[in-house]
């Protein structure tokens, strides 16, 4: 099993679009809907169902043929959350049927940096919190393994440094995926169907599936699980 935690690019934000688009729906209409003036967890269940079947926590589960969860249930996130879910992962998941984490850092504005690592350091606040997470969850969990991918490039940057190649998902020569929402790429909501949302299209979350999914395979983290083939290995 592999468990998701992130933020709302994670969870998919923005992919109902595609439906409503789909639909002869506006873009006026369609950013009536865009949060904060609308709720997404409350969007008809045709729309959640296009979004959990081409956000990237699905591509990348169906790829390695795993079934997946996402740590948070609703929209959004910070890296707080993450790491509170990582220090206290036994009250949100079994942990003996986790295979792999996929880590998803969001914005460190979203997140109240704790006081005791020097501010003026090269290195971000965030990730020399999470390296301490990190490392203290695996002591814990030893056969669970972790994959991050960081939306600030610097961030990634710290987290490499702290923890080396293995940990940190590489977008090109980048990091971290902010540089994947600049408009030219074809990977934006903004850019493909002419509404008020920043978040990846269907497009975006194939790449970032991808990008992940090359990591994993380059470091032999997890491999594909061959659920019926070793089935009727055992009964032959």
């Known amino acids: 099993m592999i468990l998701f935690l992130g933020d709302s690019f994670t969870w998919g934000q923005g992919l109902e679009w ?78 003996e049927h986790l295979d792999l984490i996929v880590i998803q850092l969001t914005h460190s504005s979203r997140h109240i940096k704790t006081s005791h690592y020097n501010v003026d350091s090269a290195i971000p606040t965030d990730a020399k919190e999470l390296e301490l997470v990190i490392k203290s969850f695996e002591k814990k969990y030893k056969w669970i393994k972790i994959v991050i991918l960081s939306w600030l490039p610097e961030l990634g940057d710290g987290v490499k440094e702290l923890l080396g190649n293995k940990y940190v998902v590489k977008f090109g020569l980048q990091n971290g995926f902010e540089h994947l929402l600049q408009l030219h790429n074809g990977f934006q909501l903004d850019a493909s169907l002419n509404v008020s949302d920043g978040h990846f299209n269907s497009a975006g979350h194939k790449h970032i599936s991808e990008c992940i999914i090359n990591h994993i395979k380059e470091y032999n983290i997890i491999t594909k699980n061959d659920f019926y083939e070793t089935k009727s290995q055992k009964i032959l």
Do not use: M, T
């Open 18 to 95: 595609e439906v409503l688009k789909s639909k002869g729906w506006s873009s006026k209409d369609i950013n009536k809907l865009i949060p904060p003036k609308h709720s997404n967890e409350k969007l008809p269940i045709d729309l959640y169902d296009y979004r959990v079947k081409h956000h990237f926590p699905r591509l990348v589960s169906e790829y390695f043929n795993e079934s997946y969860h996402i740590g948070k249930f609703g929209n959004g996130g910070s890296n707080g959350n993450i790491y509170h879910i990582l220090n206290n992962l036994s009250q949100f998941i079994i942990p």
